[in-house]
């Protein structure tokens, strides 16, 4: 189990689990804005449940939530005083804790169809920037499909950091692995370890990885199986990771803000099932997304340990 890194689990419904504020369209910006306190005692609620890796609570730092008006005033302040807030939890853990920046889907969650390459280039810029100085790898998330990875790796392709890229999966089971888009989970990783333009050469480091989440669990062991068969293809060694959630499926054409996806009875052990099997297929780094909490991730410990 040396070889198993633990992320942390669900920011936006953790908060929301121990009384933040918290509400539509802010999320989990909320209580950045209202009540700061409690985004630190989300991270250490992760640490103390044994992360390794907690995440930077900037997925909501967006126009998507927090309008075009409020954005524009405080979105960088927002995603740096989150970036300062997970870097201070990091260093008064009781164990070596990484700080990994958010990149968040900067149009809409799950809509690849609301993806417009310049504008989520320019706000990803800004995230980037804001939260660079105090973080040690970066996480871009829920990528639903290729257009949206390419654009994350155009922002990420100078940064010395580890980059992970996690997609999210349609949640309708099948053969293939697709993402929201449609698209193969082959073609994308294809997409992103091929470069077809010498000019903008796509660099995909060795320290970089391949990411599933916010995705049920479920969707996850055949999203592995393609990637390892492409990495082979490409004779590439990179990390796998995932962290699925605790929804239920998610309908294409899901408006993230206009209601609070359902979720699902998941117990800790039943997490742990399928953790077990993501990490026999491949899967070194693990954790959880939207209501996957402290108590998922102690158990994910308490295995990892027992090795």
């Avoid at 985004?39 to 609620?45: A, I, S």
Wanted: with cysteine; hydrophobic share 40%.
């Amino acid at each position: 189990m040396n070889n198993l890194t633990l992320l942390d689990g669900g920011i936006g419904r953790e908060l929301k689990r121990i009384g933040a504020p918290f509400s539509q369209p802010l999320w989990s910006a909320q209580s950045l804005i209202e009540a700061p306190h409690y985004v630190t005692q989300v991270h250490e609620n992760f640490i103390q449940a044994g992360a390794d890796i907690i995440t930077v609570n900037s997925y909501a730092c967006v126009p998507f939530h927090l309008g075009e008006t409020l954005y524009q005033q405080q979105g960088a302040t927002l995603a740096r005083q989150a970036a300062i807030i997970a870097k201070d939890a990091a260093n008064n853990a009781p164990h070596p804790v990484l700080v990994a920046g958010s990149l968040p889907p900067p149009l809409g969650s799950y809509r690849p169809d609301l993806f417009e390459q310049q504008q989520a280039l320019d706000i990803l810029t800004t995230l980037f920037e804001a939260q660079d100085e105090h973080v040690d790898l970066w996480l871009a998330e829920t990528i639903a499909s290729i257009g949206e990875a390419n654009t994350l790796v155009n922002v990420l392709k100078n940064s010395t950091k580890p980059c992970y890229y996690a997609f999210t999966l349609s949640d309708e089971l099948g053969e293939t692995a697709r993402l929201r888009s449609g698209e193969s989970v082959a073609e994308a990783i294809d997409a992103m370890l091929t470069t077809t333009n010498q000019e903008q050469a796509i660099q995909i480091k060795e320290n970089d990885g391949i990411f599933f989440n916010c995705s049920i669990p479920e969707a996850m062991e055949q999203a592995i199986r393609d990637t390892t068969s492409q990495l082979e293809k490409h004779h590439r060694q990179l990390n796998i990771g995932v962290y699925a959630n605790s929804f239920t499926p998610i309908s294409q054409g899901h408006e993230a803000n206009l209601t609070t996806q359902a979720s699902r009875d998941l117990s800790p052990e039943e997490y742990l099932v399928f953790a077990k099997k993501w990490h026999h297929l491949g899967a070194n780094i693990i954790g959880g997304c939207c209501g996957i909490n402290p108590n998922h991730i102690k158990a994910l410990a308490e295995w990892k340990h027992a090795f």
